[in-house]
């Protein structure tokens, strides 16, 4: 049976270092986002630290009448959601990028093996004409040798 697996791609460090740091980001988004929803479903709000810690971060990081907050309060759950959506969008383009690399690399060296072997069998068609002058040359040679001898 033949073995028809395609060979594994290269990986790169930066490649794996980049999928670990974006994935590291979208679980600490992951983690702001269920702590989100503790935040406003475990136990009433005034006694909650999870809702206590989201104004803390509100008034930590000045945030008065902007989007991301209600009444004083930095929302957990869509800083998480958006940190996720975020880190996934970088995610992608790294497997992208580095994908296209990767593939850009094999026609390269597929453009390569190509030309070797055309330059290769250009020194082998070189070489056989050579020889078959060479051949003819000697098996015209004696003959012109005897002609001249006469």
């Keep these: ?14 490649e794996i270092v980049l999928y670990s740091v974006f994935g590291a980001i979208w679980l600490l988004g992951f983690v702001f986002a269920i702590l989100g929803v503790c935040a406003y479903n475990v136990g009433k ?8 810690m989201q104004k803390d971060f509100a008034t930590f990081f000045h945030i008065n009448g902007t989007f991301f907050h209600i009444n ?3 929302d957990f759950r869509l800083w998480g959601s958006l940190v996720m959506i975020v880190a996934m969008i ?3 383009i790294a497997i992208f990028a580095f994908t296209n690399k990767s593939n850009q690399e094999e026609a390269a060296r597929r453009r390569k093996e190509e030309r ?18 060479k051949a003819e040359e000697a098996k015209t040679a004696p003959a012109e040798e005897t002609t001249k001898a006469e």
């Design 116 to 133: 070797m072997k055309i330059l290769m069998d250009l020194d082998l068609s070189t070489k056989q004409a050579t020889e078959a002058l």
């Design 1 to 14: 049976m033949e073995n028809t697996a395609k060979p594994k791609r290269k990986l790169y460090t930066a």
């Design 45 to 52: 709000l005034s006694l909650n630290p999870l809702y206590q």
């Design 72 to 74: 004083g309060v930095m």
């Design 90 to 92: 970088a995610f992608l």
